[in-house]
């Protein structure tokens, strides 16, 4: 069940960030979706799943994390610092795994997945926000 929650999740805010948000958004959100589809193709076998350091989500999980520092260095909004710092604590769970192979799976699961939904949240929140200034600013400008 949850996964479907996640993806609803995801389609819903990415969609939104990429039809109100400007270049960054859309570029989180597009991050955002590809992670998640690869990560599911780059997923281990279900009885091997957490069991040990699982390669795929770190190569996957570093990459999203330079991408949102990127974003983060680049933007001149502070959602982005948020997204990447989120991004660090889900890849802190593979060091965290890689120190303690007898992490318990569930464990390594959840520091993993967790923070994934509230930097969609984050991202549409910026998607949205930008969308408001960007009316402020047509309606200030508009011929009265």
Request: hydrophobic share 55%; net charge positive.
């Amino acid at each position: 069940m949850n996964k479907y929650i996640f993806w609803a999740l995801l389609l819903a805010t990415c969609g939104y960030a990429l039809w109100r948000g400007r270049k960054y958004e859309q570029l989180a959100a597009l991050i955002c979706i590809t992670a998640s589809v690869t990560s599911v193709l780059a997923r281990a076998p279900l009885h091997q799943r957490y069991a040990g350091l699982e390669v795929g989500d770190l190569v996957i999980d570093t990459a999203v994390l330079l991408a949102f520092v990127v974003i983060a260095l680049r933007s001149d909004r502070f959602w982005p610092l948020w997204v990447a710092g989120l991004q660090l604590t889900i890849s802190m769970s593979h060091l965290f795994k890689a120190i303690d192979a007898d992490l318990v799976p569930i464990a390594y699961a959840a520091a993993e997945r967790f923070w994934s939904y509230p930097t969609l949240l984050i991202i549409a929140v910026g998607a949205w926000r930008q969308n408001r200034r960007r009316a402020a600013r047509m309606r200030m400008t508009a011929p009265a």
